[in-house]
């Protein structure tokens, strides 16, 4: 169903259960759809005879689901690409034959992560990292098979289902007399929240097929998100800055991961708002503070 989204609809999520997937069932059924919530429990998205009979009578499918062990998908190459190649490739052949209309959800790690200015929908591809090449395929694969489906890149992402940088930082800011943090990566903090959101947002404008960029408008470095994140927290440890080189990380991080959001304008979808305001919206609810 590629036109407006008025009518209630049925919804399968997969990955229900990560930080997004939570937070993508919970905009669903605020928007007044049925949802299916899917755990790797309940079906393993390598499994194709499991997906399309998961997928079959509903008209939305959501994939939350893969593979997001960015170090270890250095070393478990085969086992990511499973998770983020060839699983969406079996929800879109899914989707495709049930009719249904599929979300995407894939990363800024498929850049090359060395631009200057944000990256458009219709960059090129140049992933530098494993999981960067397994997410790059699975776009591929999705859009091949599933013409109609929306590939919804995101980054940076925060939500109070599950781990993630500003609960460690707050975590850590609490333990320590003072904290370090690389300030030479620069991009765009996103509550899982927000994004649930403007894919509910899109699906019900009935936006054409095709890429689109679900991060937050402005950007910082991750320096600069740790500070708001102690002061946000009622903390007042010290945060120095320090270079991506004092980290021998396994994968290369992406020096640059700020997403342009023109697509979304032109399906008459409003982006995400600026980093800084989203985070004060969510961090009580992120944090667990009043």
């Keep these: 169903m590629t036109s407006g989204q008025s009518t209630k609809q049925g919804w399968v999520v997969f990955g229900a259960a990560g930080m997004l997937g939570q937070d993508m069932v919970a905009a669903a059924e605020a928007a007044g759809h049925r949802v299916t919530a899917l755990r790797r429990a309940d079906v393993d998205i390598t499994d194709a005879s499991a997906v399309l009979a998961a997928v079959a009578g509903h008209d939305v499918v959501v994939n939350c689901a893969g593979w997001t062990a960015v170090d270890d998908a250095e070393t478990h190459e085969p086992e990511a690409f499973a998770a983020n190649a060839t699983g969406p490739a079996h929800l879109a052949r899914a989707a495709a034959a049930s009719g249904a209309r599929l979300v995407h959800v894939s990363t800024d790690y498929v ?6 200015q944000p990256y458009a929908e219709d960059a090129p591809v140049d992933p530098r990292s494993a999981y960067g090449r397994t997410k790059a395929a699975g776009e591929w694969a999705v859009r ?13 992402l925060y939500g109070a289902g599950g781990k993630c940088f500003p609960k460690t930082i707050a975590r850590v800011a609490g333990e320590r007399d003072r904290l370090t943090v690389v300030d030479d990566q620069t991009g765009q903090p996103t509550w899982t929240a927000d994004l649930a959101d403007l894919v509910v947002r899109l699906l019900a404008a009935g936006a054409p097929g095709g890429l689109y960029h ?5 950007h910082v470095t991750w320096h600069g998100f740790a500070r708001e994140v102690v002061a946000a927290a009622g903390l007042t440890t010290p945060v120095d800055p320090t270079t991506s080189a004092a980290y021998q990380a396994p994968a290369p991080r992406p020096k640059y991961s700020v997403l342009g959001h023109d697509r979304l304008r032109a ?24």
């Excluded at 850049?111 to 200057?116: E, I």
């Excluded at 091949?144 to 940076?156: G, I, K, Q, Y």
């Excluded at 399906?267 to 009043?290: N, S």
Aim: glycine share 14%; no cysteine; hydrophobic share 50%.
């Design 111 to 116: 850049f090359d992560g060395v631009a200057t």
């Design 144 to 156: 091949a098979l599933a013409p109609d489906a929306l590939v919804v890149r995101t980054a940076w």
């Design 214 to 218: 679900g991060t937050s408008s402005g």
């Design 267 to 290: 399906a008459g979808v409003e982006p995400i708002g600026d980093w800084a305001d989203r985070w004060k919206a969510a961090a009580g609810t992120v944090l667990g503070t009043p």
